[in-house]
């Protein structure tokens, strides 16, 4: 059966070319970078090439580009390598109720440790204030840290904006632009920001490799301490292969920014209106038109998310919902809370994103059978307080389908 991946905020598939760039890396081009023979000096090569293509495509220099493990590593490194190293400055850190949970996680770890966070609220759209930011900066503030564009929702923050406030003040700013980067433009001078995390596997890339960018002068700890690797600042033996990939997906990223922007969104469009009309008793969550070119997420009363999702994949259809029951979480979104949904709200979300494959045809698709499957749903089984698996509805689905 032929499916119809709807779930590009949380990976993308590796673009082809992509693979065929990083597979050689694997079985010729597998010498230590470290190494001065031929096969590391080629490898070493191979690394500043791609650091080059992605400093160009965030119009950074490439001394000021570091590679990871991951996005959620960048975060990491981000928040407490800032935080360690100018902790005699102040211990005291900016941040919002919407962020990923690499930073949020990250902020709560480093309050244990005798720093104090600030969580900035956001509005109904997810939109920080920028009054509430420059209320929040105090003496004993050393950063801020502030996502571009969220994952769940598709809101998108006023960087530009934030970045001169806290640029004035003369304090560090970091942005998790893992959502922003092939979905919008991404200019680390345009933006005023110190440090900006990014993740190959959201732009078309492998999973398990990262970038943070840090501005040439910020004074920033380690956080993976060992060998030499990446000047000094990020030890352990590089991930050739990944970097390459890492590089050509941020190439093609910028290079049919333009074009992936416009389809997306015109897809989004036709997906938001389609859901919003034929449906009834749906919201959309995030901002109507500052959000991600790709990002569609909705809520419909009386459901959970997570029965939307079982009956959409027996149809063939991958999308995501901000509660999570079967991964054995009854927590909702901390996200949709924030935004002031409650909780019996929220755990009937369903997050659709869309990618640069994705066509029109399955648009139509998605929207004329999630209107049988909502109504369907709605019949079946009201709304329990205690967000149950619905076994039934799947039981009773699968079998239709064998
Ligand atoms: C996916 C994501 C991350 C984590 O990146 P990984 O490479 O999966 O660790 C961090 N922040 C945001 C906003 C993301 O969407």
Redesign the pocket.
């Known amino acids: 059966m032929k499916r119809i991946y709807l779930d590009h905020?949380?990976?993308t598939p590796v673009d082809p070319s992509v693979v065929e760039v990083m597979l050689p890396f694997f079985t010729e081009g597998y010498g230590n970078p470290s190494s001065i023979y031929a096969e590391g000096r080629a490898a070493k090569k191979a690394i500043e090439a791609a650091r080059l293509q992605i400093a160009t495509a965030i119009n950074a220099s490439s001394s000021e580009i570091y590679f990871t493990g991951?996005?959620?590593?960048?975060?990491n490194w981000a928040i407490k390598g800032i935080a360690m190293k100018n902790q005699a400055k102040g211990k005291h850190i900016i941040t919002t109720t919407i962020?990923?949970h690499?930073?949020l996680h990250t902020c709560e770890y480093l309050e244990k440790q005798g720093f104090e966070v600030t969580y900035l609220p956001v509005d109904e759209y997810g939109l920080i204030s920028l009054e509430d930011l420059k209320k929040a900066i105090r003496k004993d503030t050393i950063l801020v840290t502030i996502?571009f564009?969220?994952?769940e929702i598709g809101t998108v923050e006023p960087i530009k904006a934030i970045g001169e406030i806290v640029k004035e003040k003369g304090i560090i700013f970091h942005t998790?632009a893992?959502?922003a980067l092939g979905n919008l433009p991404v200019d680390v001078k345009d933006l005023n920001v110190d440090l900006l995390?990014l993740?190959?596997?959201?732009i078309y890339g492998p999973?398990?490799?990262?970038v943070l960018y840090i501005r040439k002068g910020v004074p920033i700890d380690n956080l993976i301490h060992g060998g030499a690797q990446e000047r000094r600042k990020r030890a352990g033996t590089e991930n050739t292969a990944e970097i390459v990939a890492f590089g050509k997906a941020a190439e093609l990223a910028v290079q049919h920014l333009e074009d992936n922007m416009i389809h997306m969104k015109t897809l989004r469009d036709v997906l938001i209106k389609g859901i919003m009309e034929k449906i009834p008793q749906v919201r959309l969550n995030g901002h109507p038109e500052q959000r991600l070119p790709g990002n569609a997420n909705f809520c419909f009363d009386y459901i959970e998310g997570e029965s939307i999702l079982l009956s959409l994949d027996i149809i063939g259809i991958a999308g995501s919902s901000g509660s999570a029951c079967t991964s054995g979480s009854l927590d909702p979104s901390h996200v949709l809370l924030a935004i002031g949904l409650p909780a019996g709200v929220a755990h009937g979300s369903l997050r659709l994103s869309i990618g640069k494959n994705t066509t029109m045809e399955d648009i139509h698709y998605v929207v004329d059978n999630l209107v049988v499957i909502i109504e369907r749903l709605r019949k079946m089984s009201p709304i329990d307080a205690n967000c149950p698996i619905d076994d039934a509805v799947f039981a009773k689905a699968s079998h239709h389908q064998h």
Request: net charge negative; charged share 20%; no cysteine.
């Open positions: 905020a949380a990976t991951s996005g959620s590593e960048s975060d962020e990923h690499a930073v996502m564009a969220n994952n998790d893992v959502q995390s993740s190959a596997h959201k999973k398990g490799i990262g």
